[in-house]
């Protein structure tokens, strides 16, 4: 089975500093690995996904994440938060589960941004 | 048309009725899931239908009956609920079946209350 782990349940930043989101990855194939975020009362969107075309990944947002197989990780970044960016992340991995694929989330990062 | 939609919204219902939640996309998209969130935590994936089949049930209690009329359409049927299944019901799609690299596109969610 294929699973992420996120590092740090809360993270806060001033706005205009860099967002810094941690995300390593367990997996025995190369993984599709998937940055969702959640803003309050709503369902999840896509920010970017990791697909082995290319290991540095841009999103949406002025998100981008980096694949690194040694490390195991595929941290998601932006290089000036936004207050618009408060809001929950979550990061994912495709897992084969039986006879079709499943999204398995990592516990999720909540973000705040201060004035 | 890029969205999934869901209805109802809101829900609050009693542990002796039945009720049913709806989600529908005309993306074309094959392949449909059900999932709960709790408060704080990341979506747990409930169901899965591909190609109008039920390809994965996550061990979900008989109390939620899903059901998948056509391609674009899904439902979740509920009854004799419990006050702890009372959370935020996820629908998503995605273009291909059994295709680990797609993205899941996600509904707003029906914000369910059982009393």
């Known amino acids: 089975a294929q699973s992420v782990t996120q590092l740090g349940s809360h993270v806060s930043v001033s706005e205009g500093a860099l967002v810094l989101l941690r995300c390593n990855y367990s997996?025995?194939?190369?993984?599709?690995l998937f940055w969702y975020v959640q803003y309050p009362n709503q369902g999840l969107q896509l920010l970017l996904k990791y697909t082995s075309a290319a290991t540095l990944v841009k999103g949406i947002n002025g998100f981008e994440a980096e694949f690194k197989k040694s490390e195991t990780s595929f941290h998601l970044t932006k290089p000036s938060a936004h207050m618009s960016d408060a809001a929950e992340y979550f990061c994912a991995v495709s897992d084969f589960r039986r006879n079709d694929y499943k999204l398995s989330f990592g516990a999720g990062t909540t973000v705040t941004v201060r004035a | 048309d890029t969205e999934v939609t869901q209805t109802p919204k809101h829900l609050v219902m009693g542990m002796t009725n039945k009720k049913s939640l709806k989600c529908e996309q005309h993306m074309g998209h094959r392949a449909m899931y059900w999932y709960k969130q709790k408060a704080k935590k990341p979506p747990e994936l409930m169901f899965v239908?591909?190609?109008?089949?039920?390809?994965i049930n996550e061990s979900v209690p008989s109390r939620f009956s899903p059901e998948c009329p056509n391609s674009s359409l899904l439902n979740l049927h509920l009854h004799a609920l419990q006050p702890e299944d009372s959370a935020l019901y996820l629908c998503?799609?995605?273009?291909?079946?059994?295709?680990?690299?797609?993205?899941?596109?996600f509904g707003p969610g029906t914000r369910l209350t059982v009393l």
């Open positions: 998503a799609s995605s273009p291909r079946a059994g295709e680990s690299s797609d993205t899941q596109y």
């Open positions: 997996s025995s194939v190369p993984p599709y």
């Open positions: 239908y591909s190609y109008e089949k039920l390809s």
